[in-house]
């Protein structure tokens, strides 16, 4: 394996490595979203954007390093142009460590979509609950002590919040 090659490679298992332990974050703040514990959002937040800022280094470092190596219009198309012209055994060691760059960006970006619907939803349930509250849901139903429904908003409408 020649320099650049296992320079390449380094750059590539250096993102992986982040990317994994970001989804392990991820995974813990999805946890604590689901518990409540706001307290330890900020920190995770914080530790998030420093993981991110790091992938962001790496990955401007490997995609310098791919135009160096390859005229290729696109990193994506240099990658694929400077894989497909080493010997078989680096060929497949790059194709390997690129296949599990993307499946752990894949899973980060799945994540942070399964975090951000858990906190959309924590937001409708707090709205709702708000409304509930001040008498301007009229939407929300409830059961009288006969089984009865009656409208959330006209039997609490004279709370005042």
Known sequence: MNQETQRL???INQETNLATSLLDLMLTEKKHLEDGSVEKLDTLAEQKAGYIEQLETISRKRTQLLLALSTAP???????????????????????????????????????SVNGMVISMSQRNVQRNLNILKGADTESMTYTQKGQTTHVGKRFSGLKV
Do not use: F
């Open 74 to 112: 696109t990193t994506v198309a240099r990658m694929s142009l400077y894989i497909s012209q080493q010997t078989q055994p680096d060929r497949a060691s790059l194709t390997t460590a690129v296949d599990k760059l993307e499946q752990s960006l894949e899973k980060c970006r799945h994540q942070n």
């Open 9 to 11: 490679s380094q750059l």
